[in-house]
């Protein structure tokens, strides 16, 4: 099982990022899909979900700025990320869940940077 991140950068406040994430060895179109990240000093905490509806789910404080999706024929989940802020810095992380068996995965991360 793998899920391996992409598309941290160093953008600047205002700006946009789509973070990708590549899922593998597992049924991906039966797991719900999450986006965290973690800032330094602080939990990790959720941002996203899309579930296996295709149903999303977002932390209000990123509602209306940040888009989940998801790819299952190429086994991807994106994060959309635009109207970026200072207080979006964080290691962002992938997280796949199938609640019926019980399974969780991570990925490792990638950072991403907000400032000017």
């Known amino acids: 099982v793998q899920l391996v991140e992409s598309g941290g950068d160093l953008v600047q406040p205002g700006g946009s990022l789509r973070l990708s994430c590549a899922a593998s060895?597992?049924?991906?179109?039966?797991?719900?899909m999450k986006w965290f990240r973690q800032a330094p000093g602080k939990e990790r905490e959720w941002v996203a979900t899309?579930?296996?509806?295709?149903?999303?789910l977002y932390k209000e404080s990123v509602k209306g700025r940040f888009t989940i999706s998801r790819d299952n024929a190429k086994n991807m989940v994106y994060l959309q990320m635009t109207t970026l802020k200072p207080e979006d810095t964080a290691v962002y992380y992938c997280?796949?869940?199938?609640?019926?068996?019980?399974?969780?995965?991570w990925g490792q991360g990638t950072q991403v940077t907000i400032s000017s």
């Open positions: 899309i579930l296996s509806s295709t149903v999303t």
């Open positions: 060895g597992f049924t991906f179109r039966d797991y719900h």
């Open positions: 997280n796949a869940q199938d609640l019926r068996i019980g399974a969780e995965y």
